[in-house]
């Protein structure tokens, strides 16, 4: 089955080349049907609200799923890497129109606010931490890149844990009240750290014995 | 008296054709001999108001929005849960009781305490602290009303209002998790509760009020962030010493006990500077403006807050 591992080389090619497309296509729907329904007044009476808060869920999706990638190898040996760097840019891609939403649709370009929001908010602060720490990820996310820096690709690559943990603060302070939705999805980004940070440790023990 | 000559709309934009005509015919009905304001029919039930003081010069949300994006956390935390899953609540038979520091307590039956009250039409800007408003025409009765024939004692300074439990019919008391500490409470300092401005809603668009809104009675303080508004009410009592106050207790840096609509003073996750108005249409409707102090009420109630810091009495 080629969806199972193979050589670290192999494993990143893609059989079809339109693959990777289709699922970036495929990964923007969302943003796409709610851009047009809030076009169109069909998004409900506060539009603006809904469609920044979808933005921000599908990123923290995609995130999450580009995530779960090593772990699902592990437990289930299903190998899904080849797509991992898509999920990571379509989770990055809707930061930015999360982003972009907020800005210039929600607070209109006022400066003023958003000079406040970066200064004395920690909520929207943090958010934007995650988003910063998520621009050389996406930078460096072309083959040509990855073969530039080598080992330290992977190393740059560790920020994402980083991001995680940011995003899961983020989401967290996003609701007035703890809920299912949030303490889930946060509860599943930080795992993703924890699972990560004990293989690391597991790793150094045995290097160490 | 303050001011009161806000720019008035004239009923036709307030208020569906349809529903002002028959509330006419109400009127008519009531002059007959008819005893009480609420009158059923076929489905709906209209009440008969008169326009009163206070209205604003905006254009009303429409009503379909106004009944269908609510926070009202008895029944979920979706702005769309309050619609969806209300329909089992019963709000007939009802109670409403006034108690404490009074000389008459009592407990009001609903339908009752809406026949002894003359029922106003008012036009009130809804600032909810979430940075988004509404402008609702709402049916009522001022609470000062009701609180001077209960006859408050001097040493009444507080008003504690109390909101229904009943988890069988209101879905979002039952789970832990997202759950407040239920009853929803809320409270006013007396002056405030006195304020001619406070009105204790029965109905909106000159119907009876639906249940995702708070029927059968809520309290609404246009001058104050809308969770103040307590929805539901059982229980009025009059206290002594400031009570406690649900998304206080949740959050105290977050939500104040006077809860003041002030531009100046951010919440700390979001600026309160501006707001999104709902029902404005679409991305492009053009759905944010300024919000004022007191959410434009600053001319009627800057006077109960005389030189209090309104940044440390958010």
């Given at each position: 089955?080629?969806?199972?591992?193979?050589?670290?080389?192999?494993?990143?090619?893609?059989?079809?080349?339109?693959?990777?497309?289709?699922?970036?296509?495929?990964?923007?729907?969302?943003?796409?049907?709610?851009?047009?329904?809030?076009?169109?007044?069909?998004?409900?009476?506060?539009?603006?609200?809904?469609?920044?808060?979808?933005?921000?869920?599908?990123?923290?999706?995609?995130?999450?799923?580009?995530?779960?990638?090593?772990?699902?190898?592990?437990?289930?040996?299903?190998?899904?890497?080849?797509?991992?760097?898509?999920?990571?840019?379509?989770?990055?891609?809707?930061?930015?129109?999360?982003?972009?939403?907020?800005?210039?649709?929600?607070?209109?370009?006022?400066?003023?606010?958003?000079?406040?929001?970066?200064?004395?908010?920690?909520?929207?602060?943090?958010?934007?931490?995650?988003?910063?720490?998520?621009?050389?990820?996406?930078?460096?996310?072309?083959?040509?890149?990855?073969?530039?820096?080598?080992?330290?690709?992977?190393?740059?690559?560790?920020?994402?844990?980083?991001?995680?943990?940011?995003?899961?603060?983020?989401?967290?302070?996003?609701?007035?009240?703890?809920?299912?939705?949030?303490?889930?999805?946060?509860?599943?980004?930080?795992?993703?750290?924890?699972?990560?940070?004990?293989?690391?440790?597991?790793?150094?023990?045995?290097?160490?014995? | 008296?303050?001011?009161?000559?806000?720019?008035?709309?004239?009923?036709?934009?307030?208020?569906?054709?349809?529903?002002?005509?028959?509330?006419?015919?109400?009127?008519?009905?009531?002059?007959?001999?008819?005893?009480?304001?609420?009158?059923?029919?076929?489905?709906?039930?209209?009440?008969?108001?008169?326009?009163?003081?206070?209205?604003?010069?905006?254009?009303?949300?429409?009503?379909?929005?106004?009944?269908?994006?609510?926070?009202?956390?008895?029944?979920?935390?979706?702005?769309?849960?309050?619609?969806?899953?209300?329909?089992?609540?019963?709000?007939?038979?009802?109670?409403?009781?006034?108690?404490?520091?009074?000389?008459?307590?009592?407990?009001?039956?609903?339908?009752?305490?809406?026949?002894?009250?003359?029922?106003?039409?008012?036009?009130?800007?809804?600032?909810?602290?979430?940075?988004?408003?509404?402008?609702?025409?709402?049916?009522?009765?001022?609470?000062?009303?009701?609180?001077?024939?209960?006859?408050?004692?001097?040493?009444?300074?507080?008003?504690?209002?109390?909101?229904?439990?009943?988890?069988?019919?209101?879905?979002?008391?039952?789970?832990?998790?997202?759950?407040?500490?239920?009853?929803?409470?809320?409270?006013?300092?007396?002056?405030e509760?006195?304020?001619?401005?406070?009105?204790?809603?029965?109905?909106?668009?000159?119907?009876?009020?639906?249940?995702?809104?708070?029927?059968?009675?809520?309290?609404?303080?246009?001058?104050?962030?809308?969770?103040?508004?307590?929805?539901?009410?059982?229980?009025?009592?009059?206290?002594?010493?400031?009570?406690?106050?649900?998304?206080?207790?949740?959050?105290?840096?977050?939500?104040?006990?006077f809860?003041n609509?002030?531009?100046?003073?951010?919440?700390?996750?979001?600026?309160?500077?501006?707001?999104?108005?709902?029902?404005?249409?679409?991305?492009?409707?053009?759905?944010?403006?300024?919000?004022?102090?007191f959410?434009?009420?600053?001319?009627?109630v800057a006077g109960l807050y005389g030189s209090m810091d309104l940044?440390?009495n958010?």
């Amino acid at each position: 089955m080629p969806y199972l591992s193979g050589t670290p080389r192999n494993r990143l090619l893609v059989p079809w080349r339109g693959e990777r497309a289709a699922l970036a296509l495929l990964g923007l729907l969302p943003a796409i049907l709610y851009f047009w329904y809030g076009a169109h007044d069909a998004l409900g009476p506060d539009p603006v609200n809904v469609f920044e808060r979808w933005l921000g869920l599908w990123a923290v999706r995609f995130l999450l799923a580009g995530l779960l990638v090593t772990p699902l190898r592990v437990l289930t040996g299903l190998n899904l890497i080849r797509y991992r760097r898509m999920l990571g840019l379509l989770a990055f891609c809707y930061v930015c129109l999360h982003v972009g939403v907020y800005v210039g649709l929600d607070q209109q370009g006022n400066i003023g606010v958003l000079v406040q929001d970066l200064t004395r908010r920690p909520f929207l602060m943090i958010g934007f931490a995650a988003f910063m720490l998520m621009v050389p990820l996406a930078i460096t996310s072309t083959d040509g890149a990855m073969r530039r820096l080598g080992r330290r690709w992977g190393r740059l690559h560790r920020l994402v844990y980083g991001v995680a943990l940011l995003v899961a603060v983020h989401f967290l302070m996003a609701f007035k009240t703890y809920n299912v939705t949030s303490v889930t999805y946060a509860g599943l980004l930080m795992a993703m750290v924890v699972w990560r940070c004990q293989a690391a440790w597991r790793r150094w023990r045995r290097r160490a014995a | 008296m303050a001011d009161r000559s806000y720019p008035r709309p004239s009923s036709g934009e307030i208020t569906p054709r349809s529903a002002w005509l028959s509330r006419r015919a109400l009127l008519a009905g009531a002059a007959a001999g008819a005893a009480t304001h609420l009158v059923s029919r076929a489905g709906a039930q209209t009440l008969s108001v008169r326009p009163g003081p206070f209205q604003a010069a905006e254009r009303p949300t429409p009503l379909q929005d106004v009944t269908h994006y609510n926070n009202f956390y008895e029944f979920g935390l979706d702005k769309g849960d309050p619609a969806a899953l209300s329909a089992r609540f019963a709000a007939r038979p009802w109670t409403l009781s006034v108690e404490g520091l009074v000389a008459r307590p009592r407990v009001w039956d609903i339908d009752q305490l809406i026949a002894a009250m003359p029922l106003e039409e008012r036009l009130y800007r809804m600032r909810c602290v979430e940075a988004w408003s509404m402008v609702i025409p709402w049916d009522g009765f001022p609470l000062a009303s009701l609180l001077a024939q209960a006859e408050p004692l001097g040493s009444a300074r507080y008003v504690a209002f109390e909101s229904v439990v009943r988890p069988a019919q209101m879905p979002g008391q039952r789970n832990g998790l997202d759950s407040l500490a239920w009853p929803y409470v809320e409270g006013l300092r007396l002056d405030e509760a006195m304020h001619p401005l406070t009105l204790l809603a029965v109905g909106l668009y000159g119907e009876i009020l639906p249940n995702q809104n708070g029927a059968p009675v809520r309290l609404v303080v246009p001058w104050k962030y809308g969770f103040k508004g307590i929805k539901s009410i059982t229980r009025i009592r009059l206290v002594e010493s400031q009570p406690p106050t649900t998304w206080n207790q949740m959050n105290a840096q977050e939500y104040g006990f006077f809860a003041n609509v002030n531009p100046e003073v951010d919440h700390p996750r979001w600026s309160q500077a501006s707001e999104r108005i709902i029902g404005a249409g679409g991305f492009f409707g053009g759905g944010r403006k300024k919000t004022l102090m007191f959410n434009g009420y600053g001319e009627q109630v800057a006077g109960l807050y005389g030189s209090m810091d309104l940044r440390r009495n958010y």
